[in-house]
C-alpha cells in the first residue's frame, strides 16, 4: 500500500462547478498535511496548508480526517485555471515530505 | 535570492556522459531536498541537506548518484555514467528548517534531463 493514495482522475467538470478530492494516507503518526498544485511541466506550488480544523482560502477549503486517516479538498465555483494536478502531501513532523502521484482536473469551458 | 533556483533548466546528454546539476535554495533556509519526478509520475525523494547534519542519502537510486551541498548554501546532484531511465525533471526544494511540523517546502523549478 502507497503512503499517499489520490485518485489520478482526471476529473473533469464545467466551470462553475465544485469538485472535491479526497487522498489517504497509511502513517497515522502523521502531522502535516499539504495540498500543492503543479501545471504541466512546472514545479508543485503550496497551495495551502491542511489544519486539524479545516481551513478556507478563498474558493478552496481543506478538511482533515485523522480518524479515517484522509484529507480533503474542496473546490467552489472552478475556473478554466484551476486546471491542474493537485498533489497531496504528508509528513510525519520529520523531514520526510511523502507525495501522492496527483490528481488532475481539467475544469472546461 | 527570491526563490530556489536550478540550473541547467535543460539539459541533453548522451548516455555514458555525467552530468551535474545545480541548486541555490532560498536564502536561510537550512533544510534543502532533491527529489526526481519521471513523466506522469509522482515525486521521487531522492536526498536532504540540514545545515551542517550528514545528510539522508537514503532515496538515491544508485551510487552512480551523489550529492554535495557547499557552506551549507548551494548544491550539486551529479549523475554518472548516464542512462536513459536517469531522464527525469530533477526538483530541487528548501525549507527553513527541516523536521518541523508545518514546515512548508518551496520547490524550484527543476532541471529537465533527458538521456539519448
Known amino acids: 500500500r502507497k503512503e499517499v493514495e489520490q485518485d489520478p482522475g482526471p476529473f473533469n467538470v464545467p466551470e462553475g462547478a465544485t469538485v472535491a478530492f479526497n487522498c489517504t494516507y497509511s502513517n497515522s503518526a502523521s502531522q502535516s498535511f499539504f495540498w500543492y498544485r503543479q501545471d504541466c511541466r512546472k514545479e508543485p506550488k503550496l497551495l495551502m496548508s491542511?489544519?486539524?480544523s479545516g481551513n478556507e482560502d478563498g474558493r478552496f477549503t481543506a478538511q482533515l480526517n485523522r480518524a479515517s486517516q484522509y484529507i480533503s479538498l474542496l473546490i467552489r465555483d472552478s475556473k478554466l485555471s484551476d486546471s491542474a494536478t493537485y498533489l497531496c502531501v504528508v509528513s510525519s513532523g520529520t523531514y520526510k515530505y511523502i507525495f501522492g502521484t496527483g490528481t488532475r482536473l481539467k475544469v472546461l469551458a | 535570492g527570491a526563490g530556489v533556483s536550478q540550473s541547467p533548466s535543460n539539459k541533453v546528454t548522451e548516455k555514458g556522459k555525467d552530468v551535474e546539476l545545480r541548486c541555490d535554495p532560498i536564502s536561510g533556509h537550512t533544510a534543502l531536498y532533491w527529489y526526481r519526478q519521471s513523466l506522469g509520475q509522482g515525486l521521487e525523494f531522492l536526498i536532504y541537506f540540514q545545515g551542517n547534519s550528514a545528510p539522508d542519502k537514503s532515496g538515491l537510486p544508485s551510487d552512480r548518484f551523489s550529492a554535495e551541498r557547499t557552506g551549507g548554501s548551494v548544491s550539486t546532484l551529479t549523475i554518472q555514467r548516464t542512462q536513459q531511465e536517469d531522464s527525469a525533471v530533477y526538483l530541487c526544494?528548501?525549507?527553513?528548517?527541516?523536521?518541523?511540523?508545518?514546515?512548508?517546502?518551496?520547490f524550484g523549478e527543476g532541471s529537465w534531463l533527458t538521456v539519448v
Open positions: 491542511v489544519y486539524s
Open positions: 526544494a528548501s525549507s527553513l528548517v527541516g523536521g518541523q511540523a508545518g514546515n512548508t517546502i518551496y
